[in-house]
């Protein structure tokens, strides 16, 4: 931890124990009693007693106190005697006066609120109040004037010392008072309430029970303060002291939870035992408040409160156990907040509606070192979710590391399988194709009768063949009738053999740069074996090759006027089924039209698919000459 925030939170507790000494000192201040608003009587009359019994005066009163818990009225009265200093406006200022109260001047009603009917659904002592005298009403002599105030038991109903003087010297009176119980209450309802969405929007993104249990805290508390304001109820006597009742209590078990997650105690078993504590309390309280006994609800609370202080007390024990830094300013808190209650009972004796002046501040200076507390929280967790994120980038690169090694082998991998797929490739068209001409060269040349020509046509469809291994290793630069056009003598001389005359019908293509060299290489090898099989079997005197673009593709057509074919006449060679299989290769459909004439048509897409692994061919047989050769996969040779 910093120095700097070490000091801090070593003297924050000083700082607290300072600003509440200060704040007991401020309550010890009030509006003095004038000496002019002289007593002269007062009684009291309880529940349905038709008579109003005389009790010794003296203010301040407190209902709860002098008469118990029970509902009813005390009247008091006073002999007003005028001051030309008050002006053409006194006032009258009753600091606390109620649950109602009504005033009279002479028996003339100048106030009342919350009588009768109403007082169950009234509060008036929450604020101050102003009450204007008639200035025509008021006499040299004297006049009397009569204060009622209305009691619910249990209620902290009460009256202190009321006050008469200018307007302007009353009002600012008044003013201070509105400010410290109306104002204040409503400036710290806002804070709560600020505190707590922060926490609760903490507690979801965080998912942190801890900071959900701050704003649970914070939203109970601006309950309770928001309900300072509320002069008039919702609900009637004792229904809404037991609601108020519950508020608080509902703050407090969340604090509760709050310092156990900070103390790293929260556990199962607390979770049960919060569960169990809140369950008796919703189901028990609302008994005890409708059962009406003297004493009963104050004992109930009593009990509830001493519980959540034992455990309050079980958590400062493992706040110092365990050194928290925390540990002191909890300790300062609850001593605060005690002292701060301990006032308020004092200024409403025997009454459980406690006007929360002192203990209010108290909660609502600990509110901002909570957000101090939750701010720590989430800088501790600020510094976690940095920790994991570096582990996680680590992690990160060491599987970039692997999965880039693993590319790096598989690249050499893919790039071995096709070197050996080109050198399959390359072989067996060497076998298939230069193989089988310089086989056929070789037998040729053993034979003495055997014709020049004849030898230079074997060795010029030798040449061919070793030009087109060499064309299929270089890259095809997407000129389909280029290629076309260098193909066209091979096909010329193939025909020529046979006498037949070639008749070329190529139009202008488009590029197909998408062909590979293999592609290309089995094209020329499919129109090749096509020139051959014209020229051996069809007995035709003229070929056909034309080319031309259609809208999804090319089609390439070879056709003869030669004498057609059986398709269903068994065959001792496999050169259909050869081109087939080379089509297939190429990605293009193939048509053989076998009669009248045969007609080979060839449709191939502007970007043909790679071709899928399919059934190869049968091997070429090896040569007579090499005995125990192993046959190469491929297409097959022409049938002779």
Known sequence: MPVWAWVWVRSLPLFVLLGLVGLFGLLGSGPAWAGRLVPTDACVQVGLDATCRPIALALPFHWDASVGQRSGSARFGF???????????????????????????????????????????????????????????LSPEGNRLVITVMASGGRAAQLQPPRVGAFAAVQADWEDLRIWRVETPRTLMWIAALIAAICMLMGLVQRDLLFLACGLAQVGWAL??????????????????????TMLMGTQVALTVYFLQAAG???????????VFTAVWLLVGPFVVASGVDGLWLAWLGLASAALLAVNLHVAREAFRRRLFWRWLFIAWWVGLMGAVASDIAESPGSFYVHPTASRLVVGLFSLVLVALVARRLREANLSDRARSRELRRALNEQQQRLKLLHEAEARRVVERATWTERQRLMRDMHDGLGAQLYGLHALA????????????????????????????NPFDGDLAAMLGDLRSPLERRLALSQVDLRWAVEELPRMDVLSPAQVQHLKRLLLEAATNIARHSGATEARLSAHSTPDGLTLELSDNGQGFDPNAPRAGNGLRNMRWRAMMLGAQIDIEAQPHCRIRLRLPLDPAAPAPGPVPPASPASPDEPGAQPLPGPPRQPA
């Open 79 to 137: 002999r007003l005697e005028r001051d030309e200093a008050d002006g053409p406006a006194p006032t009258l200022l009753l600091p606390r006066a109620g649950n109602g109260f009504s005033v009279e001047l002479d028996g003339a009603l100048l106030a009342a609120v919350g009588t009768g009917a109403q007082t169950p659904f009234h509060d008036t002592t929450k604020r101050p109040w102003l009450i204007p005298l008639p200035a025509e009403r």
């Open 265 to 275: 105690l929260w556990s199962e078993r607390w979770r049960r035992a919060g569960m």
């Open 224 to 245: 309770r303060l928001l309900e300072l304001g509320w002069v008039r109820t919702p609900l009637p006597w004792p229904e809404w002291g037991g609601i108020v009742a």
């Open 446 to 473: 053993g034979r003495p009768e055997a014709a020049r020509r004849e030898l230079q046509g074997q060795i010029r469809q030798a040449i061919e063949e070793l030009r087109l291994v060499v064309d299929a290793m």
